[in-house]
């Protein structure tokens, strides 16, 4: 048996679980947290005006450098409760554009679900 924690974004997994998560993997119960919104930010596209501000804020250069820098961050989280992480591809809402060319979340990462998400492979 082994346990799969699904985390929509780096952390979420083990803020929310880490407990349980700690639990099973001291009892030998192999863990995995799949951390879906870890994709890099598109090549060839400037950061929005709301990813550059949140960089800002979390002093960082660039979008594929705070990309590393998370996953970093997410696979020490796991492993402090003895998870293995898993990193997929879809890059998250501040990193995501329309169809058009412009930013499906120009202004806040609150927003409602953009119709262009459901377009993400």
């Known amino acids: 048996m082994r346990c ?3 985390s929509p974004h ?13 639990e099973q993997t001291r009892h030998s119960i192999p ?20 990813a550059q501000r949140i960089h800002q804020d979390w002093r960082t250069k660039s979008g594929r450098g705070t990309i590393i820098l998370r ?3 997410d696979r020490e989280a796991g492993a402090a409760v003895g998870a293995a992480v898993r990193h997929f591809t ?11 060319g412009t930013p499906l979340y120009p202004e806040d990462v609150f ?11």
Request: proline letters at 11%; one cysteine or more; charged letters at 25%.
């Open 4 to 6: 799969i924690y699904i």
């Open 10 to 22: 780096y952390d979420d997994g083990v803020l929310s679980c880490g407990g349980l998560i700690y």
């Open 31 to 50: 863990v995995e947290i799949w951390t879906i919104c870890a994709g890099f930010p598109p090549k060839g596209r400037p950061l929005s005006e709301l």
């Open 71 to 73: 996953r970093r961050e």
């Open 90 to 100: 879809i890059p998250d809402c501040i990193y995501r554009w329309s169809t058009d």
């Open 111 to 121: 927003d409602p679900p953009h119709a262009d998400d459901a377009l993400i492979p």
